[in-house]
């Protein structure tokens, strides 16, 4: 029988930026969900790693205790929290969520010691159902089928009917995920789940490690049938990725950005912010930031399938779309394509992280200037949580540039690229936070760099 995990009332002291309490435990660091500081817990050991110990937590009753729960604590909408660990901050009001958020974007600014002109007021629109995106675990317990998000500290799933978090579409097709997977002839064959939404169609990835029967791809037929889902099967990569039937292709999903006119296509797979209506706010504050930028060229450095791309080519600019995934580059030209862009957008596909480059600047500005005949007056980076990479400085030493926006999913890496624009004479005019993930310690920032003058 397995250990039970070890029971400890605790003082809570700090908050980390994970959103977890901080205590000490034999003169040792522990960092427990579900706690926030001058608050008493009982902490459940459930995790030990490097002299540390990770906990959920729950509070003392306050009979029995002197302490008052933080005056910043509010009741979880979320009745699988703090087990389930596919959100952190259910226990703190939206308000203080997002002072947390942005007071650790300040920290980081200030150990690089770059400060902004100015913040933005912190954005957030939606609490819950937000969520388009997921990759959920699948486990086999007896009788029983487990799919969901792991619990907290734990490679476990945890036990989940629905999601405040997933959109209501697709928490809605958990019991059913459930009961097709426990119908398998091998249900434990299937170690995990993709889901992918997009304004008026759902894909279901099924990641499966032995080849499926006649019966179980019946299963999934049903499954396809009764619900307005595409069904695709993942025997290995995502080069592997298939319908039910081999004859059909895979089709993509797509989502609107109405204040552009402009519809974006996707494979389930490729990435696409899962905040929809964020997105559309984030997109809209990038292209305000730049202001008047008909007939101007502007590089979109890591644009993906073009969420800024054709915003910026429908904006009247002249846009090359730069990125090193060639399968989003062929997207990215489908989607001007079919947005009647393509006159405005040229897409490349370059290795952004090449430390190869020789030349005054590397080969995605050459690219700029070989289509347009011409440097970008404005860039914008929207690079993966490790940052923009080694060639940023080669990037902005082009005197015809005049101005950055910078969309970051990782604090700490836009700290550290905050100060090498800084030092290459880029002033940050303006910064802010875009709660794209409420809920959770995930944030989105955007920062405004304009030309030392």
């Known amino acids: 029988m397995a250990k039970s995990p070890t029971e400890v009332e605790l003082d809570v ?18 960092w427990i969900r579900n706690a926030l500081p001058g608050e008493k817990v009982i902490a459940r050991i459930l995790k030990r790693r490097g002299g540390k110990k990770f906990a959920d937590g729950r509070l003392i009753d306050v009979s029995e205790s002197q302490v008052q729960p933080h005056k910043d604590r509010v009741p ?29 974007l300040a920290e980081q600014l200030k150990r690089v010691e770059v400060e902004a002109g100015q913040w933005r ?42 999601c405040l978090t997933l959109t209501k579409e697709l928490s809605a097709l958990l019991p059913d995920l459930k009961k097709t997977i426990s119908e398998m002839s091998e249900p434990h064959t299937v170690p995990q789940l993709e889901v992918a939404q997009g304004d008026n169609s759902i894909a279901i990835l099924v990641r499966h490690l032995q080849p499926l029967t006649e019966n179980d791809r019946a299963l999934w037929q049903h499954f396809e049938t009764h619900h307005p889902v595409q069904v695709l099967l ?106 009647g862009l393509a006159a405005h957008c040229h897409f490349a596909d370059e290795d952004l992280y090449s430390e190869t480059a020789t030349a005054e600047v590397d080969a995605s500005m050459l690219a700029t200037l070989r289509h347009f005949g011409q440097f970008p007056q404005a860039l914008i980076l929207d690079p993966p949580r490790s940052g923009a990479g080694p060639n940023l400085e080669s990037w902005v030493s082009s005197p015809e540039l005049e101005q950055i926006v910078y969309v970051s999913c990782n604090p700490v890496t836009f700290a550290d ?37």
């Open 13 to 30: 002291v700090s908050l980390s930026e994970d959103g977890l309490g901080g205590a000490t435990l034999n003169e040792r660091p522990i």
């Open 76 to 104: 979880s909408a979320c009745e699988y929290f703090p087990r389930c660990g596919g959100c952190a901050m259910h226990h703190m009001s939206a308000e203080a969520q997002l002072l947390h958020k942005q007071s650790h």
């Open 417 to 453: 690229d905050a100060k090498r624009l800084s030092d290459s004479g880029f002033v940050l005019r303006e910064v802010g936070i875009y709660d794209m993930f409420p809920n959770t310690s995930h944030v989105e920032t955007i920062g405004h760099f304009v030309r030392d003058k």
């Open 234 to 339: 993942q025997s290995k990569g995502y080069d592997t990725l298939a319908r039910l039937n081999d004859d059909d292709k895979v089709i993509p999903l797509d989502y609107k950005i109405p204040e552009y006119g402009l519809s974006l296509q996707f494979y389930p797979h490729q990435f696409t912010q899962v905040n929809a209506l964020m997105n559309r706010e984030l997109v809209r504050t990038a292209l305000g930031y730049l202001g008047d930028i008909a007939d101007q060229v502007v590089a979109d450095m890591f644009c993906g399938i073009g969420n800024f791309t054709l915003p910026l080519a429908r904006a009247g600019a002249r846009v090359v779309g730069i990125e090193g995934s060639q399968e989003a580059v062929v997207m990215g030209q489908h989607n001007a394509l079919r947005n």
């Open 121 to 162: 007021q912190p954005s957030a629109l939606v609490r819950s159902g937000y969520r388009r995106k997921a990759r959920m675990g699948v486990r086999v317990v007896g009788e029983n089928v487990l799919v969901g998000f792991r619990e907290s500290f734990s490679n476990r799933v945890a036990r989940i009917d629905h």
